[in-house]
């Protein structure tokens, strides 16, 4: 047990701390999603000159070859420096991983190098209104039609669909086959007709994700991942890259939140207030549960290959964790935390979607109980 | 920030497993609870392979190894309940070991490492400790007392008088009696004693969830084993949050008590909330999860439960950690704070 980074280790984080300091992407430009979305297209642009944006990619695609452990790191200083997430985010984290593991030649040299770069911006088509957290029962379909796929259907959720020019799409290629088998997994373009993207307003207000009606849109059969009827199996590399490293970008933020709750109890002068300090330290003691909880399953994965029961646990742990420090954000704050526009109203509502989001608690809950406990399936 | 275990502790871990869950079972904890005898052959046995004093240096007969070998053997300790004086003769020991003078540490280190004589642990206001850890055999306790101090209390001068708690897998005592402060930093000490509590309280929830999972495996209502129905199943997904959140915390403490003593604070704060937090949660739900069995005395999980609540008091409650703890990131934040407006 070396509970400390390595000489390596520490050298690249103060290299990355270093590079960050000096091109810190500034203040996030306030009200307008577009803008604030061009923004964070120039900060991946920022990060790619400097060698940062694939730093979890191989170094033959253009990445920096980092292990699992460097790229935690490179997650938590990003998160620590209060920069943003790139905003290609989709396009690094699963798209290119997803390709790289399944693509052939030609859609690697296509595809990788425009999602290094953010000029080719990715959205995810997996969800669907009928098929949530139960997503083998897609109804999208996918008709074979000469070298083309015929599509038509509906996917909702697709964070980033109003910028992206492509979308990782699951669809139904067998009707007849069960339930699984029946998928493919393509990369669509989304610079045509057949694809219309309507933006759903959250109840925060803004529009971070949107609806997609696809009414006979055309996907080359070249555009293909993993062949016909795998899609199943090339979504789940997907998935499973979605909760690695972006686990430790949210930890750090929600311990930000928390820092920045004691900022203001110590300059409002509730600290002194024993039951605000109980409260406190309870929080503080989550997140620095959930922190190291996220590098035991870091240890796991480098030890055996595979995510131990700490992995399904940290976003359970994170999601409940980041509601219970806004809401008591609010108790604490009063009025200015519950007035639009303002930055704790915002992480409030903004909190109430993360036990939801990318597999909800009681879908997680199901996770640990049957594949970590063993407890058997209704 | 690596947690796995070298191939030192990995075999102490696995010895450790398989003594204690052959010499330790169920129905051997229910014996030495109902009659409320200790099990000397068994502690003859730890103490002959060097288990009291594996975090003792060897220049006072103690192994030499660090509190993240303690706490390998005291979560398995916490998992099969021996009735032996473990945790309190090897946490005396450590607190000695870490502030008490060369005298002191001279006088009981080599007794108590090897376990020849044991020790007890426990907290003291105006000098009396109502529920120490206590063997009624024990020849010295650490006391520690609300201001950070802690008195070595040598048991021959003291009155010891048994205590019978809800927790009868071990021996309880109250003492009271004349002492002498330990010089050095108590604070340590007392981190130290936590963290190694801690660990205890990680065995303890770990095999309340296995009998928990176990169980509603096996209980079958209306055709169906109760595991299956979602409210039993999250419930023990529940118990296994809070177990590893309490292991990931222990094993933290136990190695920035190891290794990077400026951690050790904050470290063994964390550790104690979120161990005595996990193990009274999760030993609760296991009696949940057996539902009337669960709350019969032929059932096991109450030893657990009952350990759970005895340690939560032990070394004093979490209040005062939960206090300790705000105030040094208070601290911490309004230091960062200052330094951000110069």
Not at chain 1, 128 to 151: F, H, N
Not at chain 1, 204 to 220: C, M, P, Q, V, Y
Not at chain 2, 223 to 240: I, R
Not at chain 2, 315 to 320: I, N, P, V, W
């Amino acid at each position: 047990m070396d509970l400390t980074f390595s000489e390596e280790e520490t050298e690249f984080r103060d290299e990355l701390r270093a590079w960050l300091d000096a091109n810190h992407p500034g203040e996030e430009p306030a009200g307008d999603e577009n803008a604030e979305f061009a923004w964070r297209v120039e900060w991946q642009q920022r990060l790619n000159e400097g060698g940062w944006a694939g730093v979890h990619w191989p170094v033959e695609y253009g990445g920096r070859g980092a292990t699992l452990m460097q790229s935690a790191i490179f997650f938590e200083e990003l998160g620590r420096s209060r920069s943003p997430l790139p905003g290609n985010g989709l396009g690094l984290l699963l798209a290119g991983p997803t390709i790289m593991a399944w693509g052939t030649d030609e859609q690697k040299d296509r595809y990788l190098n425009p999602i290094l770069s953010a000029e080719e911006i990715w959205c995810q088509g997996f969800s669907e209104p009928e098929a949530g957290s139960d997503l083998a029962s897609l109804k999208t379909m996918a008709v074979r039609d000469g070298d083309d796929w015929v599509i038509n259907g509906q996917k909702v959720w697709t964070s980033a669909a109003q910028w992206s020019k492509w979308c990782m799409l699951v669809a139904r290629t067998d009707s007849d086959a069960p339930k699984h088998k029946g998928l493919s997994y393509f990369l669509m373009d989304m610079e045509q007709e057949g694809v219309e993207v309507r933006p759903l307003k959250q109840m925060t207000g803004g529009t971070e994700f949107n609806e997609l009606f696809i009414k006979d849109a055309r996907i080359s059969n070249d555009n293909l991942v993993g062949g016909e009827g795998n899609g199943w199996m090339v979504a789940l590399t997907t998935l499973m890259n979605e909760r690695s490293g972006l686990a430790f970008f949210l930890q750090v933020r929600t311990r930000q939140l928390l820092e920045d709750l004691f900022g203001y109890a110590n300059e409002s002068g509730k600290i002194h207030d024993p039951c605000v300090a109980d409260k406190l330290a309870g929080f503080y003691t989550r997140a620095e549960v959930l922190r190291l909880t996220a590098y035991r399953g870091l240890t796991q994965i480098e030890r055996y290959g595979q995510p131990g029961p700490e992995g399904a646990l940290t976003k359970w742990m994170w999601s409940s964790l980041n509601q219970d420090v806004t809401q008591y954000a609010a108790d604490l704050i009063g009025p200015e935390a519950i007035t639009s526009d303002s930055h704790w109203s915002y992480e409030l509502m903004r909190a109430r979607g993360n036990t939801i989001e990318g597999g909800t608690s009681e879908i997680l809950k199901n996770i640990v109980a049957e594949r970590v406990l063993g407890l058997p399936r209704k | 920030m690596r947690f796995g275990f070298d191939d030192d502790q990995i075999e102490i871990q696995r010895t450790a497993t398989a003594l204690l869950e052959a010499r330790s079972a169920l129905d051997r904890v229910r014996e030495n609870a109902e009659a409320g005898t200790d099990d000397n052959g068994l502690w003859t046995e730890l103490c002959e392979l060097g288990w009291p004093g594996i975090a003792i240096s060897e220049d006072f007969g103690g192994q030499g190894f660090g509190l993240v070998e303690l706490a390998i053997l005291l979560e398995q300790a916490g998992r099969t309940l021996p009735a032996v004086p473990l945790l309190p003769t090897a946490t005396a020991a450590l607190a000695i070991q870490t502030a008490g003078s060369d005298e002191q540490k001279e006088r009981w280190l080599p007794g108590l490492a090897t376990g020849e004589i044991s020790g007890a642990i426990g907290v003291a206001v105006n000098g009396r400790c109502e529920v120490a850890a206590c063997a009624p055999t024990a020849a010295v306790a650490v006391l520690f007392d609300e201001e950070g101090g802690a008195r070595l209390v040598d048991l021959a001068d003291a009155l010891v008088e048994p205590v019978d708690t809800i927790d009868p897998t071990r021996r309880y005592s109250s003492i009271e009696g004349p002492g002498v402060e330990l010089p050095g930093d108590t604070d340590a000490a007392f981190d130290r004693a936590i963290s190694a509590m801690s660990a205890e309280l990680t065995g303890v929830a770990s095999r309340a969830t296995e009998l928990a999972v176990a169980y509603v495996k096996d209980r079958k209502q209306f055709g169906t084993p109760v595991g299956a129905y979602q409210a039993v199943a999250h419930m023990c997904a529940g118990m296994l949050l809070g177990t590893e959140s309490s292991r990931s915390a222990s094993y933290h403490a136990a190695w920035a008590a190891d290794a990077d003593e400026s951690k050790l604070s904050e470290a063994a704060a964390v550790a104690h909330i979120a161990s005595v937090e996990g193990a009274r949660d999760v030993t609760s739900a296991c009696i949940q999860a057996h539902g009337g069995i669960g709350f019969t005395w032929e059932a096991d999980p109450h030893w657990f439960y009952k350990r759970a609540q005895l340690d939560a008091q032990l070394l004093g409650g979490t209040s005062e950690s939960r206090a300790r703890l705000a105030d040094s990131i208070a601290d911490r934040v309004g230091a960062a704070d200052e330094a951000d407006e110069d």
